[in-house]
């Protein structure tokens, strides 16, 4: 589910940056987190639920706690820049609209967060 998330983040950032570079790096960053934070998981998942799950327990609760902090720290890059990349193209709109973009700025905080 979590990758899920990651990959619609991923598909936002078309739409506010210009840069493919970043958008590329993004791109590796989940297919990194998928092989990294998935995979493994799934195995030790597995092992864990076998007729001899003792090996599996104590990795399995370890490489829990590392996914949970691998993901979190992706999904944070990824929404923060978004929120970056958003604000830096709103300012150059903001001479027009004041008022309207603020509105506009604390939605996209309040989304992100």
């Given amino acids: 589910m979590v990758i899920g998330q990651s990959v619609v983040l991923y598909s936002r950032l078309h739409l ?3 840069d493919r570079r970043k958008i590329r790096w993004v791109l590796v960053m989940i297919v990194m987190g998928f092989f990294l934070f998935t995979v493994p998981p799934t195995i030790l998942n597995y092992g864990s639920n076998s007729r001899n799950p003792t090996p599996f327990l104590r990795p ?3 490489y829990k706690k590392i ?4 993901f979190s720290t992706q999904e944070c890059i990824i929404s923060g ?18 008022k309207d973009i603020r509105q506009v700025w604390k939605h996209l905080i309040c989304v992100n967060i």
């Fill in 81 to 98: 820049l978004y929120i970056w990349e958003t604000w830096k193209m709103l300012r150059l709109i903001k001479a027009n609209r004041g």
């Fill in 60 to 62: 399995f609760a370890i």
């Fill in 67 to 70: 996914c949970l902090f691998g």
């Fill in 16 to 18: 506010v940056v210009q």
